[in-house]
C-alpha cells in the first residue's frame, strides 16, 4: 500500500481523477479526518470536506509506484 496526498477542490478534478482511478483493478480509499471513502465513488468524494487536501491509499502488490506517478497531477 502507498499513501499520497491529493487535493480535489474542483468538480471538474473529482470527475477526472474517478475517471482516472477507475481505469486500474486496484482498491483506492480516500481518508479524510475519520471518514474513509471508496475513492472510486463519486458520490463519496463529495460527501468529504474537500476544502483541504485528502490522503488516497493505493492498495496493491505491485506498480502503486506507477499509479501513484500517473496520478500526479492530483497530487499535493
Known sequence: MKTVT???NSIDKI???VKDINKYDNDFDLVSGR???DAKSIMGIFAL???KPIKLNIHG???VDQIAESLSSYIC
Do not use: G, R
Open 35 to 37: 471518514y474513509l471513502i
Open 49 to 51: 470536506d474537500l476544502s
Open 6 to 8: 491529493v487535493n480535489l
Open 61 to 63: 502488490q505491485s506498480e
Open 15 to 17: 470527475k477526472s481523477f
